[in-house]
């Protein structure tokens, strides 16, 4: 138990600002949590729960300060925190807590009223091209209320105050930003900002400094030896140092790389913080051709594709009759495995070679380029199991959905983009044919009633599988959320 609760996974990433210095962004998922409609309609349908909540709430996340105490009184930000290890009660040491919290938070958690370069980082034309886009300031809430569209809005005494955590502010007695996310379209927000972020970087700071390395003992070497070759001369003329300096600019996006990076480099500290690091990745668009192969049967095409669709990943190596992708895997997994969704098969199984096989390993289908090369090996304890990622658009028209302001349109090519991308994920594909056969005879093309026929197979799915289908359904953010994270937000500035 932590101090937001239970925690049941996590996800951080580190990044860096412009001055160099590090700090976390990170999303925490805590047990037992409700899905986002569900929750909304316990707070408004249920008084005792919805008080819990707020209770809850208002003990991890403040919105206030204490301006009780005057400033004279206010310890110094830097003095030693609470320890649970002193001798105390627990009341004693929440009243510490709380004491010196508070004046980290006084020093730490007010926004500039001046505002500051960050604050218009973003600023587009229009009426709100002055607006804060952390919304400073922000509306005042004289005490935590649940609005008729169920979402909380904690109490705020301090118009220019950062929502903040008392444990957190007491240990790492600085700035931070906490908040719980009500709506898809919030998480979608921050779920987008912290993998842009891990996957925007080409170049790791560690490679960069490998680089710069590299370079200046070449420099070094040059001007040091006494029989110099061609290329050592090459170097002393042309100015080398202004050119190695040039060549780690470039290496480093034009930006500067500060000691705390290069410390973080050379201590090999993660880039990210999770409990699983073991990631696995599928291509949405190759799974799409694979699904409309299997349901309607044609020779996979790859005519339309583009660079932003991407390609899929394979493996190949000397003697192999082909390359063979995830989804060949999947495709030839035999008879043993034949169970098994795309999904579940991902979590679950690896390839392994023959000479590293075990007695419980799975051969391939005789069909399938590596039979008798490589076996499957199924994850035999939690720290085996996989992490599952996307590559590319959840639609083929996710470009022109995104265009449209506070959420996709409910439309029957839109619901049946999506679940053509569910049946491949949780249904076994030797299953999909006689699915659409039954329910989709009458239908030219057969991926025009894929929201009918997911429809139908969605209640007859293991609880584990729905409850991965709804996860992938949250990446889409409807008209109705996008309703109520504008009033959210809008509450929150006013």
Known sequence: MGILGQVANHFGVVETNGRGMLHLHALVWLAGNLAFTTLRNRLLQDSFFAARMIHYLEAVIMQSIDLDITDHSRPSA??????????????????????????????????????????????????????????????????????????????????????????????????????????????????????NYATKDDISPYQMLLKAALLKRAIEKAKATLTPDAADLRIRQKDMDQFALRCFNSLSHDREISGVQIASSLLRLPNY??????????????????????????????????????????????????????????????PQL???????????????????????????????PKH?????????????VMTVTFAGQLSEYQTEEESLRRGHPKTTAI??????????????????????????????TKRDVSAKVWNIVEPTLSSHNRNFARNIELLRKSR???RIDAAYIGESAR
């Open 78 to 195: 830097t003095d030693v925190p609470p320890s649970t290890k002193s001798s105390e009660t627990d009341h004693e040491f929440h009243v510490r807590l709380s004491t010196d919290s508070n004046a980290v938070a006084c020093k730490k958690q007010i926004h500039s009223r001046n505002h500051n370069a960050t604050c218009f980082k973003y600023r587009q034309k229009g009426l709100d091209k002055d607006a804060c886009r952390f919304g400073m300031p922000r509306s005042l809430v004289s005490a935590s209320t649940i609005d008729e569209l169920g979402v909380i809005h904690l109490a705020r005494n301090h118009s220019w105050v950062n929502p903040w955590n008392p444990a957190i502010a007491s240990c790492i007695r600085s700035n931070q930003d906490i908040s719980w996310i009500p709506t898809v379209a919030k998480a979608l927000s921050l779920i987008y900002y912290i993998t």
């Open 273 to 334: 913080y999770t409990h699983n690091y073991n990631f696995v990745q599928l291509n949405l668009w190759w799974l799409r051709r694979y699904v409309r192969g299997a349901i309607q049967p044609t020779p996979l095409s790859t005519n339309g594709t583009s660079d932003s669709m991407g390609e899929e990943q394979c493996t190949y190596q000397a003697r192999d009759r082909a390359p063979v992708s995830r989804f060949d895997n999947y495709k030839w997994r035999g």
């Open 338 to 368: 034949v169970h098994l969704s795309l999904f579940e098969y991902c979590m679950l199984v690896q390839t392994k070679n023959l000479r590293d096989a075990i007695a419980a390993d799975v051969e391939y289908d005789p069909e399938h």
């Open 372 to 384: 008798g090369l490589c076996v499957q090996r199924l994850a035999h304890k939690k720290s085996l």
């Open 415 to 444: 619901a049946n983009d999506l679940a053509e991308i569910l049946l491949g994920l949780f249904v076994p594909w030797n299953q999909l044919l006689p699915l659409f056969q039954q329910h989709a005879a009458e239908y030219e």
């Open 480 to 482: 109705e959320d996008g």
